[in-house]
C-alpha cells in the first residue's frame, strides 16, 4: 500500500523566507509524487510531479521538490516566501498507473508572517 | 487545456433529499474519474472511482447506495447524494485522468451543506 506523511500540520515562515514543507512516502514500487495547493474553498492545483524522471522538480510559483529514494523523501521548497504563498498543501502519490488513484497527505497549513 | 468543471459549486438542501454534482471533463476525454470528499481541515478522501460504462469502485467504508456514481460518457461523471442528512454536509471534489497525461485533474469543488 502507499502511503505519504507530511510533517507539520501548520508551519509558518516570514516572509521572504525560506519555504520548507516535508513529505515522507512509502511505496513497494516505483511512485509517482505530487504536490498540491489549495487555496480555501477552492479545487487543488497541481504545484508539480515527479515521474521517475529528473529527481529535482521544478514547479510553479517558483516550487521545487527534491526526490531522495534513500531518504524516501519528497520535500517542498520555494526559496523566498511571498504573501500570496499562505494555503493549504498536499503531497501525493500514486504508483503511475494512468488511472491510478492518488493517495493524500494530511496536508501542511503554510502561514506567512509579515 | 486539461480543464474540469463541477456544478454546482454550492448546494444547500434539507435533510431527506438527494443532490447530484456533476464533474465534467471539457477538453479531454476522462477514462477515469475519480470523486472525493474533504471535510474542514482534513485531507481529501477518496470515495469512488469510475470508469466510463462500467460500475464505480467505492472505497472500504464508502456506502455505494447512498453516494451513487454514474459515468455515462467520457466527458460527465455525477454523483448523487441520496437522501442526505448534515453529517453529509462537506466538500466534494472530482478528479479525472486520461491515456495521455501522466496525472489527474480537478474540479474546483462542490460544497454541500445539509440543513
Known amino acids: 500500500a502507499q502511503s505519504v506523511t507530511q510533517l507539520g500540520s501548520h508551519v509558518s515562515v516570514s516572509e521572504g523566507a525560506l519555504v520548507l514543507l516535508r513529505c515522507n512516502y512509502s511505496?513497494?514500487?516505483?511512485?509517482?509524487l505530487f504536490w498540491y495547493v489549495q487555496y480555501p474553498n477552492q479545487g487543488l492545483q497541481l504545484l508539480l510531479k515527479?515521474?521517475?524522471?529528473?529527481?529535482l522538480v521544478k514547479g510553479i510559483n517558483g516550487f521545487e521538490a527534491e526526490f531522495k529514494k534513500s531518504e524516501t523523501s519528497f520535500h517542498l521548497t520555494k526559496p523566498s516566501a511571498h504573501m500570496s504563498d499562505a494555503a493549504e498543501y498536499f503531497c501525493a502519490v500514486s504508483d503511475g498507473k494512468r488511472d491510478d488513484k492518488i493517495i493524500f497527505g494530511k496536508g501542511t497549513r503554510l502561514h506567512i508572517l509579515p | 487545456g486539461a480543464v474540469v468543471s463541477q456544478h454546482p459549486s454550492r448546494v444547500i438542501c434539507k435533510s431527506g433529499t438527494s443532490v447530484k454534482i456533476e464533474c465534467r471533463s471539457l477538453d479531454f476525454q476522462a477514462t477515469t474519474m475519480f470523486w472525493y470528499r474533504q471535510f474542514p481541515k482534513q485531507s481529501l478522501m477518496l470515495m469512488a472511482t469510475s470508469n466510463e460504462g462500467s460500475k464505480a469502485t467505492y472505497e472500504q467504508g464508502v456506502e455505494k447506495d447512498k453516494f451513487l456514481i454514474n459515468h455515462a460518457s467520457l466527458t460527465l461523471s455525477t454523483l448523487t447524494v441520496t437522501s442526505a442528512h448534515p453529517e453529509d454536509s462537506s466538500f466534494y471534489i472530482c478528479?479525472?485522468?486520461?491515456?495521455?497525461?501522466?496525472?489527474?485533474?480537478f474540479g474546483p469543488g462542490t460544497r454541500l451543506t445539509v440543513l
Open positions: 515527479y515521474t521517475s524522471a529528473a529527481t
Open positions: 511505496s513497494s514500487v516505483p511512485p509517482y
Open positions: 478528479s479525472a485522468g486520461a491515456f495521455s497525461y501522466n496525472e489527474q485533474f
